[in-house]
């Protein structure tokens, strides 16, 4: 039991010593390298600011590149089904046409707000862009279903 006692005191005091002398390195250590390590870390931090910033910057342009070209495309379809909607007499075609315009508008109002966007309102505007697009896309094809079946009818 001793043995075991006088073992475990001594490797206690032997840590203790190890401590003390490595505070005493590294207050001295520290101490010299305090000024260049704070304008290192200044300098460091700059640099992963510039880095996160042109990271997002790439991820937004490309956000709304991708969002320019899916807009156009469904809003050149809308555009087509409205010039024939408006040949239609019927009141829920000329119904049918308006709320297809008042999306059209939204969707792409909603888009200059993400070209706009900037820092955390980025992911904002374009969940705002993508849900007005799908409501959007909702109504055309409802729009374009619609109208071809009424087409259909009137051609059969």
Not at 31 to 38: H, L
Not at 46 to 72: C, I, N, R
Not at 114 to 130: P, R, T
Not at 132 to 140: F, R, S, T, V
């Amino acid at each position: 039991m001793f043995t075991r006692m006088g073992l475990l005191l001594l490797v206690i005091f032997s840590l203790s010593l190890l401590m003390l002398d490595g505070c005493k390195k590294k207050e001295t250590t520290n101490a010299e390298k305090t000024d260049v390590s704070g304008q290192q870390v200044k300098e460091k931090i700059s640099q992963a600011v510039d880095t996160s910033g042109d990271y997002l910057a790439q991820q937004k342009d490309e956000a709304v590149k991708k969002a320019e070209q899916t807009f156009s495309d469904l809003k050149s379809d809308t555009q087509q089904l409205l010039t024939n909607l408006k040949n239609q007499t019927s009141e829920k075609a000329q119904a049918v046409g308006a709320d297809l315009r008042d999306k059209l508008d939204y969707t792409d109002q909603q888009l200059d707000k993400l070209k706009n966007a900037a820092g955390d309102k980025v992911k904002d505007a374009q969940n705002a862009f993508d849900s007005a697009m799908d409501k959007l896309k909702e109504a055309y094809e409802n729009a374009k279903k619609e109208f071809s079946e009424s087409n259909n009818s009137q051609t059969g």
